[in-house]
């Protein structure tokens, strides 16, 4: 699964709610915000009025925290293995909050501290962004240079789509690029922030960002996680202070973070945050694609859980069909160490040819395998393998890769302990 973290302009009053009144785990995260902000971000999410939410130092922890809440609802919820994460801008803080380089407190913090730099790197009304449509990211990029040799700085700031491009800049000149964008055919919609993001007019935030950034205690990543400057995965919790950063004055390359997203085996996307944002530009992007909303007009937080049980149940009918084939490539493939002819008829040759009779078995009555025998299979290539005398380490593997195919392991636990 992969799981999109949105940015900020999602936010609105209300947002979050019905989780808080429903998850626990929703109402300790919230908790644990306010605690770490000294204010009650939750009653502005709940009771607060749009112009209040709208500040980024405000609207930053509070997408952020509703954000999370939803990621760890669906994890208690759905089991998911090795989940892929992208954010768009602020939602890559979020991101990596998910994949547990950054503790959730700290993550508040930091996003509230990225907030303020960045408004007061610009002050409010000075700046603007808006979303072009309709042309593409060439022709922005044509129309903004030029005006930004005669008028002042603005410049493209998200790539989102194919014909969707972000520009962000002073106040002036994104209004003139806005008449010329309309000219050319371009439909434009002005954002809901309060600062000209990701151009050049946010160098003033970087410098107090990295030093924030450098007090914090950044852990390991747990899940792999994709950069906006770079559009590639991040390497090591290394990157993060170059990275965020550089995103702070540099384009975000979501069309770059999609695609390489979707370059891997990812069975559907969730868009975690509050208001559905990224799950129509991936629906665009890749139309054959699964993507699921947990907050949108057509669908919410339980439309969202029983879609994503009934693909785990899917894949995991799918893995126990493949479970026979997979134990049988193993015990053909893996080296024999035992010499003694009697134990091999016994422990490798007659448990091979149950696998084999229960592969047949299954293919005849044209069913899928109960929980028992694949149980029982998985059973019987860990009696092959010690009958072949691997070794601990290369036994432990084999198993494993086994015990994975299956689409649960965690209900196979016990078996990969026995060879431990």
């Not at 990621?71 to 909050?97: D, K, M, T």
């Not at 005669?150 to 520009?167: E, M």
């Not at 003033?204 to 400057?229: E, K, Y």
């Not at 299954?362 to 072949?388: C, D, F, P, R, S």
Request: hydrophobic fraction near 40%; aromatic fraction near 6%; glycine fraction near 6%.
């Amino acid at each position: 699964m992969a799981f999109i973290f949105p940015g900020q302009g999602s936010q609105y009053v209300g947002m979050g709610q019905a989780w808080h009144s429903a998850y626990p785990i929703a109402r300790e995260l919230f908790e644990m915000a306010n605690d770490a902000l000294g204010f009650d971000l939750k009653k502005i999410c709940f009771e607060g009025n749009p112009q209040e939410l709208k500040k980024t130092e405000i609207a930053q922890p509070a997408i952020l925290t509703v954000s999370l809440i939803a990621y760890r609802i669906i994890l208690q919820e759905v089991e998911i293995q090795q989940p892929v994460l992208a954010g768009h801008s602020l939602g890559e803080i979020s991101a990596l909050c998910a994949a547990g380089a950054i503790s959730f407190a700290d993550a508040v913090k930091l996003v509230h501290a990225r907030g303020k730099y960045m408004q007061e790197a610009v002050p409010e009304g000075r700046g603007l962004m808006y979303a072009v449509v309709g042309l593409s990211s060439e022709q922005v990029k044509e129309i903004c240079r030029e005006i930004s040799l005669n008028t002042g700085t603005v410049v493209p700031s998200n790539y989102n789509a194919s014909n969707q491009t972000v520009i962000s800049g002073v106040k002036g000149a994104v209004e003139e690029a806005v008449i010329s964008m309309k000219h050319a055919g371009a439909q434009v919609i002005p954002l809901k922030v309060s600062a000209p993001f990701h151009s050049p007019l946010m160098e003033p935030a970087v410098a107090p960002f990295r030093a924030f950034l450098n007090g914090l205690t950044l852990q390991p990543l747990r899940h792999t996680v994709v950069s906006n400057v770079t559009g590639d995965f991040y390497s090591s919790e290394q990157d993060i202070i170059p990275l965020l950063s550089d995103q702070l004055i540099k384009p975000v390359l979501w069309t770059a973070c999609m695609n390489r997203m979707a370059a891997l085996p990812v069975q559907a996307f969730i868009d975690t945050g509050p208001r559905e944002t990224l799950g129509p530009l991936l629906k665009e992007a890749f139309p054959e694609a699964k993507v699921y909303a947990i907050d949108s007009v057509h669908s919410a937080m339980q439309d969202c859980l029983d879609n994503l049980r009934s693909d785990r149940e899917r894949s995991r009918l799918r893995g126990r069909g493949n479970v026979i084939d997979k134990c049988l490539s193993i015990a053909v493939c893996t080296q024999n160490h035992n010499s003694n002819a009697d134990e091999y008829q016994k422990n490798v040759i007659e448990p091979y040819k149950m696998i084999q009779r229960m592969k047949e078995e299954v293919t005849v009555a044209g069913k899928e395998l109960t929980l028992k025998q694949t149980e029982n299979v998985l059973h019987l290539l860990e009696t092959i393998l010690k009958g072949k005398k691997l070794p601990a380490d290369e036994l432990n593997l084999r198993m494993e890769q086994a015990i994975n195919e299956t689409g649960m392991p965690g209900l196979f636990q016990g078996i990969a302990e026995v060879t431990q």
